[in-house]
């Protein structure tokens, strides 16, 4: 689990691929201060695991799914990464749930400066767009942010200096791809209102509430109405 604060940008040193498989090695300093072997460490926003561990680097393993749903097929040597370790139990948890499990890509189409901060508009699919809110949080290569607007085919965020200098969204050029999580509380949200959720029918509190559920379904669509007439 992560935060989506991002503590250090790393270097890519040496890609090996193999098919659709790839292997990364990936220099950095702060995140290696206290990692070990079978760590998880998000990557631009892809939660991936330290098989090897040296002085200046780490090295990690990237299946051939993780290749085709992220973008980082695009990275090459010497690209910039951001860099997480996943939170300690203890820690401050200063941004918003991060799984590191990306839902999709989308493509950077316009940056714009507002004072000191820089406005990024991102094209994202409609099962992205679907799940963002305005003012709610959404996970771009692994920065949690705060949407500021929204609409049907795209949303913006805007980045504060400290962001800028930070990570290495300001960096991007205009139609690259980004990896997109987000909030999961939103996707458990929809998961359950979009499916019948199991009840043990022998419980007779339970029972008397079946037709309630079944209203849940799938085929329903959830109205204040429904809600008020089933005593929520």
């Not at 991002?6 to 659709?20: D, M």
């Not at 097929?73 to 370790?85: D, F, G, I, Q, Y």
């Not at 504060?160 to 050029?173: E, F, G, N, Q, R």
């Amino acid at each position: 689990m992560f935060t989506g604060i991002i503590e250090e940008i790393g270097k890519i040193k040496r890609i090996t691929k193999n098919g659709n498989y790839m292997k990364l090695e990936i220099e950095c300093q702060t995140v290696l201060e206290d990692i070990n072997l079978g760590d998880s460490i998000a990557v631009n926003g892809v939660c991936l695991t330290a098989n090897r561990i040296s002085e200046k680097s780490f090295t990690v393993d990237v299946m051939s799914e993780t290749v085709k749903r992220t973008s980082l097929a695009s990275l090459k040597t010497n690209s910039k990464v951001n860099l997480e370790r996943a939170m300690p139990l203890n820690g401050r948890f200063g941004g918003h749930i991060v799984s590191g499990h990306i839902d999709g890509v989308g493509h950077i189409s316009k940056m714009k400066k507002d004072g000191n901060a820089i406005w990024i508009y991102i094209e994202a699919p409609k099962n992205i767009i679907d799940l963002i809110v305005m003012k709610g949080s959404i996970t771009i290569d692994g920065i949690s942010l705060t949407v500021a607007y929204l609409d049907t085919t795209s949303f913006a965020v805007s980045i504060i200096p400290h962001t800028k200098d930070a990570t290495t969204l300001v960096s991007k050029k205009l139609g690259e791809v980004v990896n997109l999580e987000n909030d999961i509380i939103g996707k458990y949200i929809r998961s359950f209102l979009t499916k019948d959720v199991p009840i043990d029918y022998s419980n007779e509190k339970q029972t008397n509430q079946k037709e309630s559920h079944k209203k849940f379904s799938k085929t329903s669509n959830v109205s204040l109405e429904m809600l008020l007439e089933n005593g929520f």
